[in-house]
Structure formats: structure tokens, C-alpha cells
């Protein structure tokens, strides 16, 4: 029953096959046997039962609330969640408990789904990685997958398999792994420079970063306020959509939101890609990219060239520009956001009471990792007035010529853009860390941040397993706003590559024997 | 910029200095008065001043005062600018305060849409450019009563821009003499107030009230076109009465709706500008033409005696009537502007640029709001003037009282008395008796009705205008008689039996040849004496100007009328023994 999509589970949930209750069960199980992979920050077992029993009812009279009634959802740990602690990974705000919902894990809630809990992230979702938050890295369920270890065996002898683990990728490495792991059926990320699609690669699931504006993000707490989108994570495109179609539209609290009414998202079953027109940026093609990834990436493009598709190469000449540009222009903003975390009105406040500025200097160095503080500083460094000219307006400007790279594109007849998501394959943790969190994340991102800074649609879609048996990803790019073309076409595509289902089970249970033996 | 010459200053009256003309040369003293209100342990600094005024008076040393404002005005909305809670003053502390006040981290703003109106009205009336595009950035600095570490403004792109502002100054002698002015407005924008800092130095502890927090400021800059502290002070005094009238701000200083930062520097004319000093947080109209006037005569002695004016924020201190440095801290910041990406650029259409298909609640035109734009307060004293034929200083005061004019409206429609006595009666009697006790309009215990029925009573020559003065007096002591009823119990109705008083004139001027024998000489105090006697004998109740009229016994001793009317007529008040009812003249405040 968990592995199933959230339509099938739904499906079965309406036929009575399973009730609610029984499935947050089921859920909080698992998701208690895979504690070891850190997903979950904070498991809100009695929310979900009593979410459960309420859906329970309403399925007993008949009175479903739609799709969502009933299903097992996580929530990533920057989105603020009434009378449930809100940390983003930090010691700023441990402890923090929102007194409000996000809108989008309202409309989650409205819609009947069962809140398991909130998932890990980098701190303030600063991170490629899913490595760098107060609670710990999230573990790649991959790394206990079957899949993984029978290839792993067959290369390595006699070395300690635990200490191999994959990173999730980031910086929603937790609600990846939630979704990847079974532990739910849809989960909440943020992407700010592809903080969705990137883990959502790794983990081999469905990452959807939507349109700027399409959904609010009143309630999410900010990275850079002009990249960030609340992200979906699923099992398939179609759930995907579902999601999409639920947290789409107008939010009086979040201005920066469309006026324009929203259509459920329905995607129909393309058959004929014949009037496609398929881009494939040539600039996407750099010397770190997997040869594997760059295979499957040509073998997507051949496929949808036999399917009669146009294929064309496109150019996005400022893209060697993405990451300087983005590094300038997020740490500016998060330079500003982070001001308000002073210990004042919520959140750490350290023991120093000499003076205010006392207090925030000790509340502030105790309360962000290095990378948060890091980042504040660049970004001030940036804003200051003799500087704003030389490198925020700079940016601003850069942003919007690569913006234009994509309007130019789009114009040109292209319908969606196909791009690998990430380099490669999901690495080991010990492997990742051996850069730092600022490397790692300019490398990371290179496929993922330019659609940010343009404000586009574009979804990661688990294609393929690599050699060693760890799920490869591709990511579609659509024109803004056009979110539900972009999802058709990925779920053509999806049903095109039948990409194979983590077997997880019997591992879990072996690394719960492992890890009692240790 | 045609920069008065500060040359020297007189006298304080309310707002110290006055402003002398480069053209008017004719010479005033050094000060006379301290600009300090008479507060003891000032006088070196005075006494200092007073030597550079001497100085400046050999036209040496001249120098010309630059000074430029910002206005913080609390717009006047039921909600804050980006967040539904309400705005009231006075509340219990943080008790009007949202999640996105206190900066919940996810909290996004929302443009109230009154306060956008409002800025777009105070613009236009201000003769504004309103942008139809403006932008919101964030301003940074941490403050304990700023939860965000930044403040919403519109740094860059403000909402309204180059508009301009006339006030009239009154000069002269007896400030009868008025003179108009403009101050240009270099721009009006949109930001958010902060909160409240208290500090108990008692536990030592710093309290903080998000009351205010993210209210909505218009805050307007004037331009350095105004050279002293009467000249700003009017200024401000001007954009009150405009705000008040258009209702985007109740711009009660004393509330700290209205708040004014000032910009100072002084320099020779024909030289380039000096260096400023920033005077903050200036909340009454008089401390703010005291510590400009303060910060200017400091500077000018600064750098005569050879040192220099450091670029720093100071405070005024009202106790002691002079500006302080503030810290340092607080005076030089980089506040590190950045767009406010969480708001779309504001948008504003006019009736020519309007989307056809345009949500009206959802669009803001221009034109509507100018339709919309109640009479200012400079066309209603012009319309004073016209009217009524008051002298323009006289509408000046009307307007500037807080509901004087209103008061004043209400006498002319319940009087038959002539407008102009009605203005004298209420700018110089009753105008006078407030200032006395130090009351507001509103507090006065004489209704503009009883004043009218007075006036009536006046103006049907049922009492002499002595009397009236009294029956006033009465008025204000016993609330709840008619003038009608204090003129009865205290018998002060005029005589009107004009026979009897011609016999009892007739009888004093029997009684007193040698008098009537000096008045027939032209002794001008002679009449005066014996229209005195008849008063006596009547108890103040004779009507001078009717005695005035009696015939005299003797037809050849024709009196003055042909050639003396004007000499021999007593002034009204002049040779009345009724008690003295008016404040020490040098005690009223004047326009």
C-alpha cells in the first residue's frame, strides 16, 4: 500500500481498502523504522491520528474532501505550521512555534491530508546537500535500496557499508527522502536555486519547482523572496499535479502571487509529441557533467525525437553567469531576511543582557551555523552603498538578460527546454563534504538556479538507475505560467522511461538489525 | 534660492526669531530677549550670541541659514500600512499588533490600499508629480523596536515627487505684514513607522510596544529653501492644516503624528552650502523654531570662532533650548537599501491610462482622487478675505487655531453684527481670553451662540461695547447665562430714552460751565470729562456716541463734528472706566 502513487492510495482509501487511520499508522511506522535516515525533524504523530480520525468520518459519510482526504503528507521545516514547532534546521529556532499555518500547508490541511511531520533541511535551506542543519544530514534511502547495495557488494569487499551512505542532495533532502522512503505520499519542499528538483534527483522522485507566483509563500520562511517557491515532491507526475492543483492561485496574503483564476491541473495523456518542440541548451553541456547523466540526457532526446518531436539545440549564452549572479543576489536577500532574527520576539536569545547590541551580536553568533553567517555577511558586503552599484545592480542586470536567455528561447517556438538536474548520481556523504557548503552548492546548482532567477516552471523526473544502481534524474523547463503543459510532457516522458520503484523494504528492516547490532 | 540674510534677531514672541529680508535693512538691535523663554543659567550662551550678532551687524560676516525638513506624518487609516491591524492611539500596549508586525519569520506585507489614496490626495494637493509607478525597499538598521531589522520605505522611486508648498509669514511691527513663501517638495513616500522604545532605567530593562509598528508615514521632504525657525515652524504649521483638511493625517504633534527631522547648515552668500547637521524628532512647532534657531546661531558661532560644523544627527534638548549630539551609533549608518521583493511595483492610473477592464476596488486613479480633494486652507482664507473683508493676517489666525474658524463660522451665522466686528470680537476678546488660561477652542466656556447673542445685543446698540466687554467677562466665568440674562441682573442695557439723556447731558453741562467753556476752547479731554459724569450718573449705562449727538444747550456752541469727529470720538476702550478685561497686550500671541 505505501509504495503506491497518492491517486492509487487515494483510490483505495475512497474504495474502502484501506482507512485513514489505518494508513497514518502504517505511515508512522515506517516512518519510525527509518528514523536513521534523519528525514523528519519533528513527527506530529497525534496531529496526523486525530488528522486521521477526522478523515476517517467523513469518508465513513460519504463526504470525501477530494484527493487529498486521508493521505500522508510531510511538510519541509521552513514552512511556518500552527502549534507545530518550526525550526529551519536552526538553533535560532529551535523551539519556535509558529502561531500560524503556511498557506500552503493550510490548503493541504483544507483538503483532508494528514500532516506525519516536518522534514530536514539545510540550515535555512542554505545547501546543496541536506548536510549542514542543526539535526544532522538526511541519509539517501537509496544507500539501503537493493538496488545499491547488491552493485556495492559486488565492487567492495569487506568495507563498512553504513559509513557509504548517500547524501539526499538539497537542501529538501528530508521531504525527498520522506517521499522516497514511503513514509508519505506528497511532501512540501522549498526552491530557491533548485533546492526541489536537486534532491528530488538524488532520491529518485518527482521534484516540481512551479511558476514565480503561482503559489504562495505566505508562511514559508524565506531564502531570497524573489526565487523562492514552495516545491512538491511526489512519486509520479500526475501526484504532482494534484498537488499543484490544490496550492495553486491567488493568495490575498502573498501580493507577489497571479490574480488570474486557476484551473485544476488535469493532465491529459499525451499520445502524440509530434507538435513538440524540444530544446536542449547547449550551454547545459559542461566538462563536471556524468557521462552517464549526459547519455541518458541524449537518449531522453532521442526519444522524443522518434516520437516525432522536434529536437533542437537552443542557446542560453548568459548561463555561465547563473552562479555569480545568484550568489550575489541571494546573499543580499538573506542578508535582509535575516535581520529580524534578533532574539527579540521569537526564537534564541542568548544570556547576554549588557546592551541590545550585545544581545543581538551573541543572540545572532549562537544562533546561524557558519554558512548562514557566511552568507549574511557577503550579502551585506554587497549592499553596502559603495558596493551596491558594482554588484547588486550588476546582478539585477545579469538576472535579467539570463531571464531574457529563456524569453528568447520560448519565443523561438521551443515548448519546453530538457536539461540533466544535477551532475551525477547521488554521492556519499564522506565524498561530499570534502567541499564546502559554497562549493558544493555553485556546483550543484548550475542546471537548477538559472530557472529561478527567471521566475519559469521545471520539474525533476527520475529517469533511470546508473551503474551502481542509484536513480538518475532529468529536468523539463516550461514557460512561465505554464505549468500544466510542462507537466504533460513530463508524464509522457515518465511513462516512456518506467523508471523502477526503490525496493526498500526488506533493507530497512536489515539495517534495523544492523544498527542493534552496533 | 533667495535666502534671507540673518543679520540679527528680535525678541522672541512665540516662535523667538523673525526673519529679516536681505532688502530691509533698517536697524533692529541686537536681541533684547533671550531666545531661551527666560530660563535662568542661559544667559552666556545669549549673552555669546548677542556678541555674534554685533559682529554680523558691521555686515562683515554675514551669513544665510539654510534649512531643510522631513515630515513624518502617521497617515490616518484603520489599519496599518502592510498589515490588518488597527491603528489607534493610546491602546493597552502591543495589543494592536499581527504576525507580520512583530515580523514573524513568513510574513509577507500587504499594501493597504487607503494609504496609498492618502499619499496620492496629500501629493496632489502638495502640486505633486505622482508617479504611476513607484517601488518599496527596505531600509536596514537594528533597533529593538524595528522587529524586521528593516523599515518598508520608498527609497528610490517614491510615490510622489516636485511638489511645492506656500506659507505666509507675518512680519512687521505689529506682524501685520504678510509675506508669502514657497518651499519646494523634493518627494513624498510611503513607509512604515516603527515602534515604541522605553527604557526603565530603574531595572534596566527596555520595554517595547509594537502599537506603532508598521502604521503608515507619509513622510514629506522639503527642500533647504527656508532659512530660520519661524520660517519651518510655518511651514510645518502649513502642511498640518493641509493634512488635516484633506484627512490623511490627524497631524497631532503632541501625539507624535507628525514629526519633523530638520536639515541646518550656514554659510556666507555666494559661497557654497556648509556642512549640515541633522536636528531629529522635533514634535512640537515651537521646539522646532527654537532648536533651528538654536542649531543655526551655534553653528555661525562655531565657525567664527574658527571651528568647524561636524555632519552629525543631534537632538534638541527642550529643557535646557539647545541641540546635543546624538550618539554616533545612531547618527552615521549604512542602512544597506535593498527592493522589497515581497511587494510588485505600486501601480497608479489616471482616467486615460485606466484598464478598460479594471476592477475598480482593485485600481487607484489618480483623477477620481483629485475629484475627491476638500478645500484647502489657503482658498478658504482667501474666500475669508473676500467674504468677509478680513485683513489676510486675520485669516491666517483663523486657520491656525485649531477650531477658531470653525467658532468664528458659527458667531457669523447666528450674528446680524457686522463680519468685521465678529473677527475682532473673537481674534482679539476671545482669542485673548484662551491664551490667558491657556485653553483650547474646545475648552472654552463661551458657545459661539452666546458670543452671537452678545454681538446681536451690540450690534442693536442695547449695550455700549464697555458693557459688552463685561457681559463677556460674565460669560466666561458663569457658564450657563444668556447674555441677555447677565445684561438684565446687572443692569448694563443702554438707556434708550434719548429725551432723559439729553436732559441729564444738558443738567451735567449746567453743572459744569468751566468744563463746557474748555471743551468750547478744544480741549479735547474736556468732552471726555463730561461725557464721564454722565456715565457716572447713569451708571455706565449712557451710550457715548449717543451723548456725542446730544444738541447743545446753546446753539452757537456747535460742537466738533465737522472738524474733530475723529479726535474727539472716544476710542472705543479708551476713556471706558470698565474694568480692564484684556490680557497685558505684550501677552497675547499674534499671528
Redesign the interface.
Given at each position: 500500500m505505501l509504495g503506491r502513487t497518492l491517486r492509487e492510495v487515494s483510490a483505495a482509501l475512497k474504495q474502502g481498502q484501506i482507512t485513514p487511520t489505518e494508513l497514518c499508522q502504517k505511515c508512522l511506522s515506517l516512518i519510525k523504522k527509518t528514523k536513521f535516515l534523519n528525514a523528519y525533524i519533528t513527527v506530529s504523530e497525534e496531529v496526523a491520528l486525530k488528522q486521521a480520525e477526522e478523515s476517517e468520518k467523513r469518508y465513513k459519510k460519504d463526504h470525501s474532501l477530494g484527493y487529498l482526504d486521508g493521505i500522508p503528507v510531510a511538510v519541509k521545516d521552513n514552512f511556518s505550521t500552527s502549534g507545530i514547532e518550526t525550526t529551519c534546521a536552526s538553533n535560532m529556532l529551535k523551539g519556535y512555534v509558529p502561531p500560524y499555518n503556511a498557506t500552503v500547508v493550510q490548503k493541504l490541511l483544507d483538503q483532508g491530508a494528514l500532516l506525519m511531520g516536518k522534514t530536514n533541511l539545510d540550515e535555512f535551506a542554505m545547501g546543496s546537500g541536506s548536510t549542514d542543519g542543526v539535526f544532522g544530514p538526511v541519509k539517501n534511502p537509496w544507500s539501503y535500496s537493493k538496488q545499491y547495495r547488491e552493485k556495492r557488494k559486488q565492487k567492495l569487499h569487506g568495507e563498512n557499508e553504513d559509513s557509504h551512505w548517500l547524501i539526499t542532495g538539497g537542501s529538501s533532502g528530508g521531504s525527498a527522502a520522506a517521499v522516497s522512503a514511503f513514509t508519505c505520499f506528497a511532501a512540501l519542499g522549498s526552491d530557491t536555486g533548485g533546492s526541489t528538483r536537486n534532491p528530488a534527483a538524488n532520491c529518485g522522485v518527482v521534484g516540481l519547482k512551479p511558476s514565480y507566483g503561482l503559489v504562495s509563500r505566505h508562511g514559508l520562511i524565506p531564502l531570497v523572496n524573489s526565487m523562492d517557491v514552495p516545491g512538491i515532491f511526489t512519486r509520479c507526475v500526475d501526484d504532482a499535479a494534484i498537488v499543484l492543483g490544490i496550492l495553486a492561485g491567488h493568495d490575498p496574503k502573498d501580493s507577489t502571487t497571479i490574480q488570474d483564476p486557476i484551473k485544476p491541473f488535469m493532465l491529459p495523456n499525451l499520445t502524440d509529441v509530434s507538435k513538440l518542440c524540444i530544446g536542449i541548451p547547449k550551454e547545459y553541456l559542461v566538462p563536471e557533467l556524468s557521462s552517464e547523466v549526459q547519455s541518458l540526457w541524449f537518449k531522453a532526446a532521442n526519444l522524443f525525437e522518434s516520437g516525432g518531436a522536434k529536437v533542437i539545440e537552443v542557446s542560453l549564452p548568459h548561463t555561465s553567469y547563473s552562479s555569480v549572479c545568484y550568489q550575489v543576489l541571494c546573499t543580499s536577500e538573506v542578508a535582509s531576511n535575516m535581520a529580524r532574527f534578533d532574539g527579540l520576539e521569537y526564537g534564541h536569545r542568548c544570556d547576554i543582557d549588557v546592551s541590545t547590541e550585545a544581545m543581538y551580536a551573541a543572540t545572532r553568533q549562537e544562533g546561524f551555523n557558519d554558512v548562514v553567517k557566511g552568507r549574511i555577511l557577503a550579502g551585506n558586503f554587497f549592499l553596502l552603498k559603495e558596493n551596491y552599484e558594482n554588484y547588486f545592480i550588476k546582478a539585477q542586470k545579469v538576472r535579467r538578460l539570463i531571464a531574457n536567455d529563456f524569453v528568447n528561447v520560448f519565443n523561438s517556438g521551443v515548448d519546453v527546454l530538457l536539461t540533466p538536474t544535477i551532475l551525477s548520481e547521488a554521492i556519499p556523504y564522506v565524498e561530499f563534504i570534502k567541499e564546502d557548503n559554497r562549493t558544493r552548492s555553485a556546483q550543484n546548482d548550475i542546471f537548477t538556479q538559472a530557472v529561478n532567477m527567471a521566475g519559469l516552471p521545471a520539474v525533476s523526473v527520475p529517469v533511470a538507475l546508473s551503474e551502481q544502481g542509484l536513480p538518475l534524474g532529468l529536468q523539463f523547463i516550461g514557460r512561465a505560467f505554464c505549468d500544466q503543459q510542462l507537466l504533460t510532457i513530463a508524464k509522457w516522458f515518465e511513462k516512456q522511461v518506467q523508471f523502477p520503484v526503490i525496493q526498500l523494504q526488506e533493507l530497512i528492516d536489515d539495517h534495523q538489525s544492523f544498527k542493534m547490532k552496533s | 534660492m533667495a535666502a534671507p540674510v540673518l543679520r540679527c534677531c528680535c525678541s522672541g514672541r512665540r516662535w523667538a526669531f523673525a526673519c529679516i529680508d536681505r532688502g530691509s535693512r533698517h536697524g533692529r538691535g541686537a536681541p533684547t530677549g533671550s531666545w531661551f523663554c527666560g530660563k535662568r543659567g542661559q544667559r552666556s550662551v545669549a549673552q555669546q550670541l548677542l556678541s555674534a550678532a554685533q559682529k554680523l551687524r558691521k555686515g562683515e560676516h554675514e551669513w544665510t541659514a539654510v534649512v531643510g525638513l522631513e515630515i513624518h506624518a502617521q497617515i490616518s487609516s484603520n489599519s496599518k500600512l502592510f498589515s490588518g491591524s488597527k491603528v489607534h492611539f493610546a491602546a493597552p500596549p502591543n495589543s494592536l499588533v499581527s504576525?507580520f508586525d512583530?515580523?514573524?519569520?513568513?510574513?509577507?506585507?500587504?499594501?493597504n490600499r487607503r494609504c496609498v489614496e492618502a499619499a496620492v490626495m496629500t501629493g496632489l494637493a502638495l502640486n505633486c508629480h505622482i508617479n504611476k509607478k513607484s517601488l518599496f525597499d527596505?531600509k536596514?538598521y537594528?533597533y529593538?523596536d524595528l522587529?524586521?531589522?528593516?523599515q518598508i520605505t520608498q527609497q528610490r522611486l517614491p510615490i510622489a515627487v516636485n511638489g511645492s508648498l506656500a506659507y505666509s509669514i507675518c512680519t512687521g511691527k505689529k506682524q501685520s505684514q504678510v509675506i508669502s513663501k514657497t518651499v519646494r517638495i523634493k518627494q513624498i513616500q510611503l513607509e512604515q513607522d516603527s515602534g515604541k522604545t522605553l527604557h526603565d532605567d530603574f531595572r534596566s530593562q527596555?520595554l517595547?510596544d509594537l502599537n506603532r509598528a508598521g502604521i503608515g508615514l507619509l513622510e514629506v521632504v522639503l527642500e533647504p529653501d527656508m532659512s530660520c525657525g519661524e520660517e519651518a515652524a510655518t511651514a510645518v504649521r502649513e502642511l498640518q492644516l493641509i493634512l488635516q483638511a484633506l484627512g490623511t493625517s490627524q497631524a497631532i504633534m503632541a501625539d507624535g503624528q507628525l514629526r519633523v527631522d530638520a536639515n541646518i547648515s550656514v554659510h556666507h552668500p555666494g559661497e557654497p552650502l556648509g556642512v549640515r547637521t541633522e536636528v531629529k524628532n522635533l514634535n512640537s512647532a515651537r521646539f522646532l523654531a527654537k532648536a533651528i534657531d538654536y542649531e543655526i546661531q551655534r553653528q555661525i558661532k562655531e565657525l567664527e570662532n574658527g571651528g568647524e560644523i561636524l555632519n552629525e544627527t543631534r537632538s534638541f534638548d527642550y529643557k535646557l533650548g539647545c541641540t546635543v549630539p546624538m550618539r554616533d551609533k545612531e547618527g552615521k549608518q549604512?542602512y544597506?537599501?535593498?527592493p522589497e521583493?515581497?511587494?510588485?511595483p505600486l501601480v497608479i492610473y489616471d482616467s486615460a491610462s485606466l484598464p478598460a477592464n479594471a476592477d475598480p476596488q482593485?485600481v487607484i486613479n489618480i483623477d477620481r482622487i483629485r475629484e475627491q480633494i476638500p478645500e484647502l486652507p489657503s482658498v478658504t482664507r482667501e474666500k475669508l478675505v473676500q467674504q468677509y473683508g478680513m485683513l489676510p493676517e486675520h485669516s491666517l489666525t483663523l486657520l491656525n487655531e485649531v477650531g477658531l474658524l470653525e467658532f468664528f463660522q458659527n458667531v457669523i451665522k447666528e450674528t446680524r453684527a457686522e463680519p468685521k466686528k465678529v473677527t475682532s470680537w473673537v481674534l482679539n476678546t476671545f482669542l485673548g481670553f484662551l491664551k490667558q488660561e491657556n485653553l483650547a477652542v474646545s475648552e472654552s466656556p463661551v458657545t459661539p451662540s452666546a458670543l452671537a447673542e452678545l454681538l446681536n445685543l451690540l450690534d442693536r446698540k442695547a449695550i455700549s461695547s464697555a458693557a459688552a466687554k463685561q457681559v463677556f467677562e460674565e460669560l466666561w466665568r458663569n457658564e450657563g447665562k444668556t447674555p441677555a440674562q447677565i445684561v438684565s441682573e446687572k443692569q448694563l442695557e443702554l438707556m434708550q430714552d434719548r429725551e432723559a439723556l439729553e436732559q441729564l447731558c444738558h443738567a451735567v453741562m449746567e453743572e459744569h460751565p468751566q468744563v463746557v467753556m474748555d471743551m468750547k476752547k478744544g480741549n479735547p479731554r474736556a468732552i471726555n470729562k463730561l461725557i464721564g459724569l454722565v456715565r457716572k450718573a447713569t451708571l455706565n449705562r449712557a451710550d457715548p456716541t449717543a451723548m456725542f449727538h446730544v444738541p447743545p444747550p446753546d446753539a452757537e456752541a456747535e460742537p466738533v463734528e465737522a472738524d474733530g469727529r475723529e479726535r474727539h470720538t472716544p476710542a472705543s476702550p479708551h476713556p471706558d472706566p470698565a474694568p480692564r478685561v484684556l490680557p497685558p497686550r505684550d501677552q497675547q500671541r499674534r499671528p
Open positions: - | 504576525f512583530a515580523s514573524l519569520p513568513g510574513t509577507l506585507p500587504v499594501l527596505r536596514h537594528f529593538a522587529p524586521a531589522g528593516y527596555t517595547i549604512d544597506r537599501f535593498i521583493p515581497n511587494l510588485p482593485q
